[in-house]
């Protein structure tokens, strides 16, 4: 019997799926899209509503805070003056909407450092197990409810703020602990939902999500915070809360835990999906090797790549909306502008990213390993090198956004980089390898906020960002340096559990299915 072959002719594993019962077509609405892809598709709306519900904060928080003197001597003037004769004719000839002094809270920029840091202290506790109890008893409801409950905790926001910035921190922390099941349950639903030769690009779209929910966030917090609508800034929270909760009606209707799962899966798709998952095929409730995972090289070389890509990543969402706000003066709507355009960037290039990479691996013209060292190595040096140019851009608006921008589109490659490995190295632990590597990714999340805050509370300066950027170029490039010599993307001897089993359906010895879909791999 011909074996079968991939759609752009790689060749397949040596396995039939078992049989399974005949599903109904075009009974259903959506039946005329392959499952899959709805999946992709509200995976990544998925993650937009996870970023904008997290991101927010960031552009909002602008036009919350007064710009108070707490021993700042930097804290209301900016040394850029934009044609003034010294920084307070600056100051005093920017319009009642740019200034700082219209907002409610009396926060110095440590307690601001606090409230944005607060969200990754619950974000890291719930890694590990969000991604094994997913692995377990299924990602569909731990994905869902882990943004459903951040969405209702942001409608809470303006209410928390009013009473207290400690109520603030505790919202934040709650938030933090819902979204951490979010990313390990999505990667235990890729690992279920992707066949091999689409891993790299079905990650990349679900996790551009994450891109665009940052862009649209940014975008669309400040001009919703300079607006009169829901009395300007509670706006943003309201918005994006009331989105997060209508997006979780739909994601219980639409998406399954797995293939076998799916009751309106036709069993071409069904076919296509587990033939070319091959000996990949994740398989439930086997018994984690901590102990070899726990000695793995690559998976700490993995773990710090995620640490210092997330650094980097991190200065783009939390801090960069504050440097140009009070060193270039941008305007809160100029503000969120700004700030969303290297992520419309890094969308852009993750995609395309995907797709070459994807090529690159069914043609056979790089190992899996030297395709994720290359991309993740290009997406911590070049944004840390540009970042490093921010102090010499200075003042100069356009230098500064074109490279802010242009690190944007560097970072965007890491999606085929570090973010898809965890799949590569053990399919059927790919939940909880990510919950280990994401706890250790997302320390950056409350430690560089509370570095920026240290380094500009005495005195907001580009002298004293420019120890900032500094700081997360090295880290970057040094941890990108660790995954490069150390990391890897290939299956791992421990990466099918102690209890794995060899499939029993061959392609030699077995029909498929069903007679109708001997063609299945070549139509798909």
Known sequence: MMKPVHKDGAPLPASSPPKIKKHRKGEKLFDFIPCRHIFVLMGFLGLLNVYSLRVNLSVALVAMVKSVDSGNKHSNHSECYYGYANASDAYSNKTEEQKHDTGEFEWDS?????????????????QLPGGRIAEVLGAKWMFGLGV???????????????????????I???QGLGEGVTYPAMH???????????????????????????????????????????????AVFYVFGFLGCVWFVFWIYLVYDSPEEHPRITQEEYDYIIINQGDEKVQ??????????????????LSLAHFGSNWIYYTFLTIIPSYLATILLYDIKKNGLISSLPYLLTTITSCLASVYADVLR???????????????????VVPALL??????????????????????????????????THIDMSPDFAGTLLGVTNTIGNLPGFLMPYVAG????????????????????????????????????????????????????????????????????SRL
């Open 362 to 380: 069914k043609k056979g013209i790089m190992s899996t390993t030297a395709i994720r060292k290359f991309f993740n190595t290009s997406a911590a």
């Open 110 to 126: 440590y307690t601001q450092g606090i409230i944005l840091g607060s969200f990754f202290y619950g974000y890291v506790i719930t």
């Open 188 to 234: 235990s639903m890729l690992a279920q939902w992707s066949p091999k030769f689409e891993r790299s690009t079905a990650t990349a779209l679900v996790h551009a999500g994450a891109h665009v929910g940052a862009m649209a966030a940014l975008t669309f917090s400040g001009f919703l915070a300079a607006s009169t609508f829901l009395g300007g800034w509670p």
């Open 454 to 521: 240290v380094l500009t509370s005495e005195e907001n300066s580009i002298r004293t960002w420019s120890y900032f950027y500094y700081i997360a170029a090295a880290v970057g490039i040094i941890c990108a340096a660790a995954f490069l010599f150390f990391g890897t993307a290939e299956l791992q001897p421990w990466g099918k559990g102690a209890e794995a089993q060899e499939p029993v359906y061959t392609v030699e010895t077995e029909k498929p299915p069903k007679e109708e879909n001997k063609t299945e791999s």
């Open 172 to 174: 934040r922390v709650l």
């Open 148 to 170: 459903f409950l951040t969405a209702v905790l942001t409608l809470a926001i303006p209410l928390a703020s009013r009473a207290h910035y400690g109520a603030l921190i505790a």
């Open 284 to 301: 439930k409730n086997l018994k984690i090797p901590w102990k070899p995972i726990a000695m793995s090289k690559g998976l700490w070389a």
């Open 387 to 420: 970042l490093i140019g921010m102090p010499l851009a200075g003042c100069d608006r356009v230098w500064s956004v074109a490279l802010l921008s242009l690190a944007g589109a560097a970072l965007g490659v890491r999606e085929v980089g570090f973010m898809v």
